[in-house]
RNA sequence: GGUCGGAUGGCCGAGAGGCGAGGCUCGGGACUGCAAAUCCCGCUACACGGGUUCAAAUCCCGUUCCGACCUCCA
């Protein structure tokens, strides 16, 4: 019996075949997923978080409607060039902070673990390193150069050859001979290679005396590329349902993974090639370069609650650029409070329409099997939220159902707050006692105080709360 | 140059040939000591030029502009 089944099924945009594709598990017991993380030689940007939420939203819903899933995502933490091609991107940050090269890797590593966890993103069932795969991804290019799809060029390191795989090509566009060569190329010298498409499997150590392993090509270290086949075909049994990235790892990194995967099982080794968009922020693409990186840790010094930029995301389909600023994280900021401060109200009401509640579910399921269509699913919240017909209890229910589909943590409460300084906690207790006494001139100049130092202070029935200012 | 996407109100953005998505901002009101929050009301847009149709933001042709990718990248 099949312990995966589903009456849903989940389309998504393959990359490859340019159309809507059905999300199918292959043996019938559990879904197989894999998505490239990050290169741990600097703090991931939240322009990298939407990919990884992007993963995150199609296995919170194949989980909701019934299946198994196995995520594998990838830590590379070597073989990652830089622009110049001349140096690994681990190790001139390593130089760069005056530190071993693997306490950067590890370092970063973990940032990208608590990032993850700010901003509810489920973490995946295995997370491989390329340092610790060497063996795998030896076994793999041995495999290849056996099959003739590998070589050893005139410098000894190991390349793929592009046209030894028929269809190279199918992801991108790119054809073979339209890829001619160019100035920013393999940082190896001219003539190593037999065709200027090919790319390094191994690469031999040269001057570079850290982060190399002995391999039967000698002293080196491994490409790029190669080490997601390794991980992917390793930790996922030879087969991927789906495998997921950004956009720009479309071309070379998933059309050469591909090529060297597909040689090296005689078969598609990979069902559904799902990308995801990038994101600009305020009308440009977020990079260094532009000087517009944002991370998640600038939002919280901003008072943003992070799931802000979750609700953000999800606004947007994950096929389109979308433009991320300041206005936006605030209104998100907002939505979510004030959704927090609802759920709270509702949460008190018995009085639930079960029936109703499945309805709603259903639609929103719906919404999210059609490719994700995120935007439309949280449509559906909005008129819930402001429908005079349901009962509170009934908004409740379906607020919390969906919460695990949506991962917004609206059943719980941001609170930042305890980190106020005491000195405006004192403030707090003033004004509070000011206007208890009727005294309105000082608590309101108390009031002003308090938001000049970015507190936000309210008077409800149940007297005087406090908030940061966004 | 090649390939692929876009262009929607003050701003962000969804859009399935036919009852004006939604949000933010702003304006008015209720509530409040005053604010804040909340609630109610208001603000009628689809780059341009043709075409198809009873009916086009949506389909077709053309034009202009913008973006991404084309061996660093999520």
Redesign the pocket.
């Given at each position: 019996m099949k312990s995966s089944t589903t009456n849903y099924e989940i389309r998504l945009f393959d990359t490859k075949s340019?159309q809507l594709m059905p999300l199918t598990s292959s043996d019938g017991e559990i879904l197989r997923i894999y998505g490239?993380?990050?290169?741990v030689y600097?703090d991931?940007?939240?322009?990298?978080?939407?990919?990884?939420l992007l993963s995150d939203i199609v296995i919170r819903l194949a989980k909701f409607i019934g299946y198994k899933v196995k995520f594998i995502q990838n830590i590379?933490d070597v073989g990652?060039?830089?622009?110049d091609?001349i140096e690994d991107?681990i190790l001139a940050q390593a130089k760069k902070e005056s530190k071993d090269p693997y306490e950067i890797a590890k370092i970063y590593e973990a940032r990208f673990h608590s990032d993850l966890k700010l901003l509810n993103i489920n973490p995946a069932n295995n997370y491989p390193k390329a340092s610790e795969c060497i063996d795998l991804m030896h076994d793999l290019i041995s495999k290849l150069i056996t099959k003739g799809h590998a070589y050893v060029g005139s410098d000894n390191c190991v390349y793929f050859s592009?046209q030894s795989f028929e269809g190279y090509g199918a992801i991108?566009?790119?054809r073979?001979d339209?890829?001619?060569?160019?100035h920013?190329?393999?940082y190896t010298e001219e003539g190593a290679k037999r065709f200027?498409?090919d790319?390094a499997l191994w690469k031999v150590a040269e001057n570079r005396t850290e982060m190399i392993w002995n391999s039967p090509w000698g002293k080196g270290f491994p490409g790029?590329h190669i080490e997601c086949s390794a991980m992917s075909l390793h930790y996922l049994n030879n087969f991927v349902d789906l495998h997921?990235?950004?956009?720009?790892?479309?071309?070379?990194?998933h059309e050469n993974e591909r090529a060297q995967s597909n040689c090296a099982i005689n078969n598609e080794a990979v069902s559904l090639w799902v990308?995801?968009?990038?994101?600009?922020?305020e009308?440009?693409?977020?990079?260094?370069?532009?000087g517009n990186v944002v991370l998640v840790s600038d939002l919280i010094d901003r008072n943003l609650d992070p799931l802000c930029l979750r609700l953000?995301f999800l606004?947007?389909?994950y096929?389109?650029?979308?433009?991320?600023?300041w206005?936006?994280l605030?209104?998100?900021h907002?939505?979510i409070?004030?959704w927090r401060?609802?759920i709270l109200i509702w949460q008190n009401s018995k009085e639930i329409d079960l029936t109703e509640v499945k309805k709603i579910v259903n639609e929103i399921i719906t919404?999210l099997i059609d490719d994700l269509?995120t935007?439309?699913a949280?449509?559906k919240l909005?008129?819930i939220?402001?429908s005079?017909e349901l009962s509170d209890g009934t908004k409740f229910e379906v607020f919390k159902e969906v919460d695990v589909l949506f991962g917004l943590d609206l059943l719980n409460s941001f609170s930042s707050k305890a980190e106020i300084p005491s000195h405006l906690n004192e403030l707090l207790s003033k004004r509070a006692k000011a206007?208890s006494l009727?005294d309105?001139?000082e608590?309101?100049r108390l009031?002003d105080l308090l938001a000049e130092n970015n507190i936000?202070?309210?008077?409800?029935k149940d007297g005087?709360?406090w908030?940061w200012l966004i």
């Open positions: 340019r490239c993380g990050p290169t600097r991931a940007h939240v322009g990298n978080m939407r990919t990884f590379t990652h060039m830089s622009e091609f991107k592009a991108s566009g790119n073979l339209s890829l001619k060569p160019g920013k190329f393999e200027h498409a790319w790029w997921l990235g950004g956009i720009d790892l479309r071309f070379p990194h990308h995801g968009e990038h994101l600009l922020f009308g440009r693409k977020m990079a260094k370069s532009a953000c606004e947007n389909r096929r389109s650029q979308m433009d991320l600023s206005d936006s605030k209104a998100a907002q939505t409070q004030r401060d609802k919404d269509d935007p439309r949280l449509q909005r008129k939220e402001k005079q206007r009727g309105f001139v608590s309101d009031r936000l202070v309210k008077d409800g005087q709360s908030d």
